[in-house]
T-cell receptor, first 121, second 113 residues
Framework: GAVVSQHPSRVICKSGTSVKIECRSL??????MFWYRQFPKQSLMLMAT?????????EQGVEKDKFLINHASLTLSTLTVTSAHPEDSSFYIC?????????????????FGSGTRLTVV | QKEVEQNSGPLSVPEGAIASLNCTYS??????FFWYRQYSGKSPELIMF????GDKEDGRFTAQLNKASQYVSLLIRDSQPSDSATYLC?????????????FGKGTKLSVIP
């Protein structure tokens, strides 16, 4: 089945530094990548949607200059948390839509990466 | 604001019993409905999806959808301790141009041996 590889799985960084998270679709081409953030005991909150070759669309309240998303190819999307602060500590998860999924709402959902636990100290 | 509501639980059931998980959604035009299971510290995994009114069965799992009531549920028969996890209801709403999922907060299920 479709697999999305997400790295790193865990990262600890100092406040003020930047962290890059990668999501790769291993056996399919991802036309759309969704980035989520999940705080403890909370649900997944959509941060942004990116389509290959175009700028990401950010959800209300998400700073696009702080969370840089690049989706330069059909198999790779990256999220860079710039100037990270302790309040950015969270679980970040990507999910991908297969380019060959039929138009319209996906009948079988999307493939999720394994998540990245970010801790900013 | 499109919302997906779930009882956060925890829901405790004895091993072998039926676990019933419920979800309501605010967007009447929602298109597709999903149940994901999430173990602590892990990413969600798809359990069921449903898009037509009625029941859909897959092994021990049955999803039920009632669009008139804006209600979707998941039944787990013969619950096992390995079913203990948080169950997330997710919806693709109307006007979701990129067909993004909106998640509920999840219901924590505990199956007691």
């Amino acid at each position: 089945g479709a697999v999305v590889s997400q790295h790193p799985s865990r990262v600890i960084c100092k406040s003020g530094t930047s962290v890059k998270i990668e999501c790769r679709s291993l056996d399919f081409q991802a036309t759309t990548m969704f980035w989520y953030r999940q705080f403890p005991k909370q649900s997944l909150m959509l941060m942004a949607t990116s389509n290959e070759g175009s700028k990401a669309t950010y959800e209300q309240g998400v700073e696009k200059d702080k969370f840089l998303i690049n989706h330069a190819s059909l198999t790779l999307s990256t999220l860079t948390v710039t100037s990270a602060h302790p309040e950015d500590s969270s679980f970040y998860i990507c999910s991908a839509r297969d380019i060959f999924q039929p138009q319209g709402a996906p009948r079988n959902g999307y493939t999720f990466g394994s998540g990245t636990r970010l801790t900013v100290v | 604001q499109k919302e997906v509501e779930q009882n956060s639980g925890p829901l405790s059931v004895p091993e072998g019993a039926i676990a019933s998980l419920n979800c309501t959604y605010s967007d009447r035009g929602s298109q597709s409905f999903f149940w994901y299971r999430q173990y602590s510290g892990k990413s969600p995994e798809l359990i069921m999806f449903i898009y037509s009114n009625g029941d859909k069965e897959d092994g021990r799992f049955t999803a039920q959808l009632n669009k008139a009531s804006q209600y979707v549920s998941l039944l787990i028969r013969d619950s096992q301790p390995s079913d203990s996890a948080t169950y997330l209801c997710a919806v693709i709403g109307s006007g979701a141009g990129s067909y993004q999922l909106t998640f509920g907060k999840g219901t924590k299920l505990s199956v007691i041996p």
